[in-house]
T-cell receptor
Framework: EDKVVQSPLSLVVHEGDTVTLNCSYE??????LLWYKQEKKAPTFLFML????IEKKSGRLSSILDKKELFSILNITATQTGDSAVYLC?????????????FGKGTHLIIQP | DAGVIQSPRHEVTEMGQEVTLRCKPI?????LFWYRQTMMRGLELLIY????????DSGMPEDRFSAKMPNASFSTLKIQPSEPRDSAVYFC?????????????FGAGTRLSVL
């Protein structure tokens, strides 16, 4: 059965620390891996990764995919309290002309001032 | 662009009642997805549509759940009869199909409580 495993499940750090969130997957028909940030409402898109070894960056956030070892990491440097959220990893698969997403359970990140 | 619009935002109902959740996708998007999120199971894909046609409904929990998409700008998810275990946040998302690795954009969700 296809699955996505995220670790750690929760993480508490101090403002200014750097964090690394992990996502491993076992899938068929892999197309892309996505990272979302979910605060109190709906998930908001962060990154989409399709190719191995190419880092994507957005401000203090960056992510990279390893398709050989089937994992991805999300890095956040110089964390701020506004980074507190649940970070969801999902793989996109192809099927029937449209794409579906399977999500991991998420990493609950708390940034303490 | 207003984004994906869901209604209602909150729904509280009694067991056995019919519940209808509504979604308006982003204009121009031709794929629509319904998800359910609970603490225990995380985010689960229930069903998705491409060009108004249901493509994969394998995630629909049971026959009490049904979804329709009568046109490109509207979809409903119906639960009849509802049960307490259906309590969850239900998200609708839309995307552009046909591009390599399209991104889904989520609505704000409907928080359903079945008493």
């Amino acid at each position: 059965e296809d699955k996505v495993v995220q670790s750690p499940l929760s993480l508490v750090v101090h403002e200014g620390d750097t964090v690394t969130l992990n996502c491993s997957y076992e899938v068929t028909n892999f197309r892309s891996l996505l990272w979302y940030k979910q605060e109190k409402k709906a998930p908001t898109f962060l990154f989409m990764l399709t190719s191995s070894g190419i880092e994507k960056k957005s401000g203090r956030l960056s992510s990279i995919l390893d398709k050989k070892e089937l994992f991805s990491i999300l890095n956040i440097t110089a964390t701020q309290t506004g980074d507190s959220a649940v970070y969801l990893c999902a793989y996109m698969y192809s099927g029937g002309g449209a794409d579906g997403l399977t999500f991991g359970k998420g990493t609950h990140l708390i940034i303490q001032p | 662009d207003a984004g994906v619009i869901q209604s209602p935002r909150h729904e509280v109902t009694e067991m056995g009642q019919e519940v209808t959740l509504r979604c308006k996708p982003i204009s121009g998007h031709n794929s629509l997805f319904w998800y359910r999120q609970t603490m225990m199971r995380g985010l689960e894909l229930l069903i998705y549509f491409n060009n108004n046609v249901p493509i994969d409904d394998s995630g629909m929990p049971e026959d009490r759940f049904s979804a329709k998409m009568p046109n490109a700008s509207f979809s409903t998810l119906k639960i009849q009869p509802s049960e307490p275990r259906d309590s969850a946040v239900y998200f609708c998302a839309s995307s552009l199909e046909g591009l390599a690795g399209t991104v889904q954009y989520f609505g704000a969700g409907t928080r359903l409580s079945v008493l």
